[in-house]
Nanobody, 119 residues
């Protein structure tokens, strides 16, 4: 079974920075896409940022929610992703869940890490 280890959440002041990390192990299939989704108050998870690597060309593409563009950067090294979050706002608070996507073989979610932004 895939194991996802998430870290980096915590309490930060408004305008501060955090860096989230997610590492996948025990994978049987190639991970096409890794990313972070945010969940608040029992709502559905919403995309924050994803990164996809094409195994045939090694080309990497990223996708960001409009609300975080310019403030958040996602990067990938094999089966580990880092997400640098700067200038954090209260709207950025929530539980951040890592997701890996094996395309036709499905995907897996991590347990999540809490991000709290104080005013």
């Amino acid at each position: 079974q895939v194991q996802l280890v998430e870290s980096g959440g915590g309490l930060v002041q408004h305008g501060g920075s955090l860096r989230l990390s997610c590492s996948a192990s025990r994978t049987k299939f190639y991970i096409y896409t890794m990313g972070w989704y945010r969940q608040t108050h029992g709502n559905e998870r919403e995309l924050v940022a994803t990164i996809t690597t094409d195994p045939r060309t090694d080309v990497t593409t990223t996708n960001y929610a409009e609300s975080v563009k310019g403030r958040i950067t996602i990067s990938r090294d094999k089966d580990t992703i880092l997400m640098q979050m700067n200038d954090l706002k209260s709207a950025d608070a929530g539980v951040y869940c890592c997701k890996v996507d094996f395309r036709q073989f499905g995907g897996e979610w991590g347990q999540g890490t809490q991000v709290t932004v104080s005013s």
